[in-house]
Structure formats: structure tokens, C-alpha cells
T-cell receptor
């Protein structure tokens, strides 16, 4: 079955702009979570959505937001981009229950110039 | 504070040799521990997942161990190959309804010919 699909794969934006990233989970998975990965900070949790509801949130400013649609696809939005937002953004989907593995997408490489 | 620490930070080995990566955690309440392999610029790929009651899990040349008493895990790679060059990330899941993941910073492994 198809894996987790993230689009776009690469993105270059200018400071102050906003960006929307997309994640399509594995069919049947209702949980989608987002992570930011930078060389200095490693993987950091942004938020998790389950059945269109945000049920977990990390320590990121309000410029980072997300949503999930009825088909479980999720989008992440970052407004007023800063240079420090340059990172690999990963999403992961999971089935029900903590014993299920998290399957990650290949990520979106965002560069802010 | 929930924390996952990995050692060493980086490792260089020769092709064909074995190596062991370490993961210590202070996470409560504990649900499970996973090891992921992440190639540069790609999303992490799950290698093993272990719950509290499991103390060893193998996946080909990868063998993970878990000591829930000392809160330590290791990932042993046998007969390393050039394709094993990657970052290896230890991830602990908190139990309690929501699937909250605590990530280690990873060990960067380089396998040289």
C-alpha cells in the first residue's frame, strides 16, 4: 500500500512569506503528526491531529498551525517565515493504538532566504 | 523531565564490522521504544518496536534490546554494509491515551569501505 506522501518535496521562500505543506497519510490511518528537524535541534514535535481534531501540541509559536481534513489528509501552515524556520518538515501517520508504528513521509525541505 | 539520550553522537566503522548504539531514557509513563534509521534528507524508517515486556527484537542484521529496569536500549548492527550509513534515532512513546513521542538526538553512523 502507498506510504505517507508529502508535498512539495522542496520549497524556497522569502522571509515574511507564508507556506503551506501537505501530508497524505497511509490509507486507514487517522492520526497525523508533524515534526521539524534541524541539524542543531534534531526532531521536534509540532502537533498531532486525529479525526480532524488537534489532540497534542508541541512548543512552537502560533505562526505554526495545522489542520486535518475528513479524509485524514493534513496541512501545516507557517506564517511570517523566519530564517530559523529553514528545516526538514516531516509528517507521520499512525493507526489506532500506541503499539502501531509511525510511518514517516520523506519530508518537505523548506529553505527561507 | 522526559528525555531520551543517545550515544555515541557519531561513529565510524569499517564495512563488515559490528557496532552497538546506545539509548538511555527517562520517560514516564512508558509505552514502547522504537529505533528508526534515517538516511540524509529522507524520513525515518522504522527498524524495531519493543513494548515493556519485550527485551529483544531483530530485523535482519539489526537487533534491538530493551532493559526496562535500567531504562536502557541498544541497537546492534551485524556485518555492517555501506548502506547502513545513516542516522539512527531512538524514540520512546508515552502512554496515556495520546501517542506522544520523545526523540533522541540520534547517532550518525558512517560505514567506510
Amino acid at each position: 500500500k502507498a506510504g505517507v506522501t508529502q508535498t512539495p518535496r522542496y520549497l524556497i521562500k522569502t522571509r515574511g512569506q507564508q507556506v503551506t505543506l501537505s501530508c497524505s497519510p497511509i490509507s486507514g490511518h487517522r492520526s497525523v503528526s508533524w515534526y521539524q528537524q534541524t541539524p542543531g535541534q534534531g526532531l521536534q514535535f509540532l502537533f498531532e491531529y486525529f479525526s480532524e481534531t488537534q489532540r497534542n501540541k508541541g512548543n512552537f509559536p502560533g505562526r505554526f498551525s495545522g489542520r486535518q481534513f475528513s479524509n485524514s489528509r493534513s496541512e501545516m501552515n507557517v506564517s511570517t517565515l523566519e530564517l530559523g524556520d529553514s528545516a526538514l518538515y516531516l509528517c507521520a501517520s499512525s493507526g489506532t493504538g500506541s503499539s502501531y508504528g509511525y510511518t514517516f513521509g520523506s519530508g518537505t525541505r523548506l529553505t527561507v532566504v | 523531565k522526559n528525555q531520551v539520550e543517545q550515544s555515541p553522537q557519531s561513529l565510524i566503522i569499517l564495512e563488515g564490522k559490528n557496532c552497538t548504539l546506545q539509548c538511555n531514557y527517562t520517560v514516564s509513563p512508558f509505552s514502547n521504544l522504537r529505533w528508526y534509521k534515517q538516511d540524509t534528507g529522507r524520513g525515518p524508517v522504522s527498524l524495531t518496536i519493543m513494548t515493556f515486556s519485550e527485551n529483544t527484537k531483530s530485523n535482519g542484521r539489526y537487533t534491538a534490546t530493551l532493559d526496562a529496569d535500567t531504562k536502557q536500549s541498544s541497537l546492534h548492527i551485524t556485518a555492517s554494509q555501506l548502506s547502513d550509513s545513516a542516522s539512527y534515532i531512538c524514540v520512546v512513546t508515552l502512554s496515556g491515551g495520546y501517542n506522544k513521542l520523545i526523540f533522541g538526538a540520534g547517532t550518525r553512523l558512517a560505514v567506510h569501505p
